[in-house]
């Protein structure tokens, strides 16, 4: 019989220590089959954001750095001006990218930054214990929103995908789901290609992953599938917003 | 052909893997693991085709999946 499904070679064979359900897991591994596929474990150089995913360097096989809390972009910017040839990426939540860090990622889509983003958007401030992140949608309970999210006091949602790929330094921007196999499957295929624009020079791209956080949103995993696809889809769609000519 | 395996001691029993069976073959077992959750298991593995939905929705890749190659006509 031949294996159809085994850990990719660059994913480390240690526990994770994410929650039961948490969808971090299925996006780490989506990137180490893509590094293996790619031919790359030598070139790549990850970025690990503050939240619950700075762990990755533990899981990912290759060379990575650990940038203060929203710096992964400008961090980035610096190794692949130092290394051309590596091949550069950030992993970033929503609090740490949408939030904190939403000057250092405007400005490297901006100048066009030569990296890729892995955007991992679950609506919520996981790591800090579930307050309400700048994608956090509208009547959205959260221990800072108890009531709901409201436009009054806080505003509304933000689109990153939409809003980088009006940037003309941007090349490949996405937004894919990990909540059930196909989607998986489309998110490999995007998270492949926005590193196959990077290895052609052809300037920042950007993969936006709606993924899910049963702990914080006080749901169980099998009910915050269901739950981000009633609520999270429709309001951030799926799709590639923007694809260089020739790809 | 094929065999799946669970790899128990990894498995958080966030019971996705029961949801994306498209022969609602897997279930949790009773007994619990050294992390004090119950595993998802098999119920009939003749059943199984090997499509490894599965394993690929597994956050935890705690599935490995092998099937008889298809043979070439």
Redesign the interface.
């Known amino acids: 019989?031949?294996?159809?499904?085994?850990?990719p070679e660059s994913?480390n064979d240690i526990?994770?220590h994410?929650?039961?359900?948490?969808?971090?897991?299925?996006i780490h591994?989506l990137v180490a089959e893509t590094i293996d596929e790619l031919n790359m474990v030598d070139r790549a150089i990850g970025v690990a954001p503050v939240g619950c995913s700075v762990f990755i360097y533990n899981y990912i096989d290759c060379d990575m750095y650990q940038a203060s809390h929203g710096r992964a972009p400008a961090v980035a910017t610096g190794v692949k001006r130092v290394v051309p040839d590596g091949v550069v990426f950030t992993y970033q939540g929503d609090g740490d990218m949408a939030a904190i860090g939403t000057a250092e990622i405007v400005h490297a889509a901006a100048r066009g930054e030569n990296i890729t983003v892995i955007f991992v958007n679950n609506a919520v401030y996981a790591m800090t214990g579930g307050q309400m992140a700048p994608t956090t949608l509208m009547g959205q309970k959260t221990t800072t929103t108890p009531h709901g999210r409201e436009s009054d006091a806080n505003g509304y949602p933000v689109k990153m995908a939409e809003m980088l790929s009006t940037l003309d330094g941007s090349s490949y921007i996405s937004r894919v789901s990990v909540h059930?196999?196909k989607n998986?499957?489309k998110a490999k295929k995007s998270i492949k290609k926005a590193f196959e624009v990077q290895m052609e020079n052809k300037g920042f791209t950007m993969v936006e992953v709606l993924s899910i956080c049963?702990t914080n949103w006080g749901l169980?995993?099998?009910e915050s599938?269901k739950w981000l696809d009633e609520n999270m889809i429709p309001y951030y769609p799926l799709g590639e917003y923007k694809v260089p000519a020739e790809v | 052909m094929a065999r799946v395996t669970f790899r128990e001691e990894r498995c958080k029993g966030c019971e996705l893997c029961t949801l994306v069976c498209p022969k609602g073959l897997i279930t949790m077992s009773e007994h619990i693991n050294s992390m004090g959750f119950h595993p998802a298991t098999i119920t009939d593995m003749d059943k199984c085709n090997g499509c490894a939905l599965c394993a690929r929705m597994c956050p935890d890749l705690v599935i490995e999946v092998e099937r008889d190659e298809k043979k070439v006509v």
Do not use: A, E, L, Q
């Open positions: 019989m031949k294996k159809v499904f085994t850990r994913f526990p994770m994410y929650c039961p359900g948490c969808t971090h897991g299925i591994r059930d196999p998986i499957n049963p169980s995993p099998k599938v």
